[in-house]
């Protein structure tokens, strides 16, 4: 709106301590309107006066790739496809995926949506909206652009359930819903696809197609191996890299986040590999929905492990997170206090994230309490930006045992109704992560595409890149390919860690912490304090923070060589750490409290 686009406007948001903003032009009209365009120009402009740098969202709405419709308007061929199969007529039916799932049901709109496995409804989807930002905007580094933020994308042909009431009936219905038509097991389907599955497996797809629905021989795990496999890579070449390729063409950076990544089995069917494609992104993001500082300990640290993974993998440091307290908000408890949110934010920078884009409502919120909230976002990045992770441990991401084992479903997709072994992948995976998270034991994600690029150091040692790891978690029921298993003997034989869940009794914390041997950890030991080291040139950087409700007081092991600091980010205090008589720090914590160490 232009009252949004004032100079008044843009400088009252730098007076919250805020640094930038996620903008687009106005969904109204979207993409249509000369003043619309003329206002977004006006915005930027006196933004750049205030100071503040701009993230370009590329959507009306969500999920990314419509253009608001446009894409389709332009050329329906270019909705997404889903290859359904009906058990009881032992039939295929290749048809549009629209009703039963995200597209369908969501917060935004109930609107058709595009193949993002397309090469060219993608290249319709970027010449629609990022060519003419280009072409309104000229040139992007003069408004302070920085990236463009993509939202939610996904393969869609699955049934993800439907939002509740009172929200489902105020979605607006852009195209109707025809739930005569059946629900049946779906996979993602483009044009091309059998062309594609013939050149890379010399196998025709045609005559191995039921193994994606059913089978449970080796033939029919390599089909669905293969399939998704395959898949994955389309996703990741052609729309995020695409998306990626068109940044970096324009010199700013590509970022977002995908759907669910939170539960493991629904990356299979709405992006093939979320770890692949968040590895195509420059500043690869996470949606928490919640700020509730205690989601880090049940599945917060999937969200943000899968881009943080991405990002160390592919030799970069920026994080997006795309951070709010919808789930408080929705459900009558919000909104979030202030603690709650810095605690929810610590826990993200210990997870390595460094930009902030807030989906909280600021004007809920008196302005003095938001700017403490910035400053205390700054604080933590002007020490942690710069830094690098200290993580010497990988737990393996099992996504092509799950490509095995993934059975559609004609209903809302659950763990539950999947295989034996899938659960057992599944449920070792996030105990695995759980555990390392509650005994402050960093880790990094890592699936078998980049496993097999390891090499094993002559002193042992598993290098990826420039990521050298000590100590390996594979979750029970995970096959490890021939070659790879071979490497990985040998580094056990060079003094490596290999630990392996055997699905009979779950890995405890105590397990880890004797194998693992961290070099810092609480005493008294907290589960619900989260640990993360950083190395910033010559400085040893700790962050400790308590997402419990509980003041907790001890000692950090591990503390005692060298000199140590503590900061405190909400209110830039800096003292000389107080020891113990064994010479460790010495801390006390306050529910939600975030503290640095640095040596």
């Not at 496809?81 to 935004?108: C, G, I, K, M, V």
């Not at 950087?541 to 909400?570: C, F, H, R, S, Y």
Request: charged share 25%; net charge negative.
């Amino acid at each position: 709106a232009p009252e949004r686009a004032t100079p008044e406007a843009m400088r009252s948001v730098r007076e919250r301590g805020l640094g930038g903003l996620v903008v687009n032009v106005a969904f109204e009209e979207y993409m249509r309107s000369e003043e619309h365009w003329q206002t977004l120009i006006q915005g930027l402009h006196n933004g750049k006066e205030a100071g503040l740098i701009f993230w370009i969202y590329d959507e009306q709405g969500y999920p990314s790739g419509a253009a608001g419709g446009l894409v389709l308007e332009k050329n329906p061929q270019y909705e997404a496809q889903e290859l359904a199969y009906d058990a009881r007529q032992s039939s295929f039916l290749l048809r549009p995926a629209f009703e039963y799932t995200h597209a369908a049901n969501n917060f935004y709109a109930v609107r058709r949506y595009i193949n993002i496995m397309d090469d060219r409804a993608v290249r319709s989807f970027i010449r629609l909206t990022h060519d003419q930002y280009r072409l309104r905007l000229l040139n992007l580094q003069q408004y302070n652009i920085r990236a463009f933020f993509t939202d939610e994308p996904s393969l869609i042909a699955v049934d993800l359930g439907q939002i509740s009431e009172p929200s489902r009936s105020k979605v607006p219905v852009v195209d109707s819903v025809d739930l005569t038509l059946p629900e049946l097991p779906s996979v993602p389907w483009v044009y091309d696809l059998e062309e594609r599955y013939q050149q890379r497996y010399g196998q025709q797809l045609q005559r191995e197609r039921l193994s994606l629905f059913s089978g449970d021989k080796e033939k029919d795990r390599s089909v669905r191996r293969r399939f998704w496999s395959l898949i994955a890579d389309l996703v990741s070449d052609r729309y995020f890299g695409a998306l990626q390729k068109w940044c970096a063409e324009n010199s700013i950076a590509s970022s977002g986040h995908t759907l669910r990544e939170e539960s493991l089995i629904h990356h299979v069917p709405l992006e093939g590999n979320a770890l692949k494609v968040l590895g195509r992104m420059d500043i690869p993001g996470l949606d928490m929905l919640s700020s509730d500082p205690q989601e880090v300990l049940h599945q917060g640290w999937i969200t943000a492990a899968l881009p943080f993974s991405a990002a160390i993998l592919n030799d970069r440091r920026h994080v997006m997170t795309e951070v709010s307290d919808f789930d408080q908000t929705l459900s009558g408890q919000g909104p979030a206090s202030l603690d709650k949110m810095r605690a929810t934010a610590a826990w993200q920078t210990a997870w390595g994230v460094t930009d902030f884009t807030l989906y909280y409502d600021i004007d809920q919120r008196p302005a003095e309490e938001v700017k403490a909230y910035g400053d205390f976002i700054g604080r933590l990045n002007a020490l942690l930006s710069d830094s690098r992770p200290c993580a010497s441990v990988l737990l393996y991401y099992p996504i092509r045992d799950l490509w095995e084992e993934y059975r559609p479903q004609g209903e809302y997709l659950s763990l539950q109704n999947q295989s034996l072994r899938a659960r057992k992948i599944v449920d070792s995976f996030m105990h695995l992560g759980q555990t390392l998270q509650r005994q402050q034991i960093n880790f990094i994600l890592v699936d078998h595409e980049w496993l097999a690029t390891a090499v094993v150091g002559a002193k042992g040692g598993l290098r990826i890149g420039d990521l050298c790891a000590e100590a390996l978690l594979i979750p029970a029921g995970c096959m490890i390919e021939s070659e790879t298993e071979k490497k990985l003997t040998v580094f056990g034989k060079r003094g490596g860690v290999l630990l392996r869940d055997d699905g009979l009794m779950p890995v405890s914390g105590a397990d880890l912490i004797k194998v693992l041997k961290p070099n810092f950890y609480p005493e008294p030991w907290s589960g619900k304090i989260v640990l993360s080291r950083f190395q910033r040139e010559d400085r040893q950087i700790l962050q400790l923070t308590n997402v419990d409700d509980q003041e907790w007081q001890g000692i950090v092991n591990g503390t005692n060589i060298g000199d140590w600091m503590v900061l405190d980010p909400a209110t830039a205090e800096i003292t000389a750490a107080a020891r113990d008589r064994s010479g460790c720090a010495v801390l006390r914590l306050s529910p939600w409290q975030t503290v640095l160490l640095i040596r």
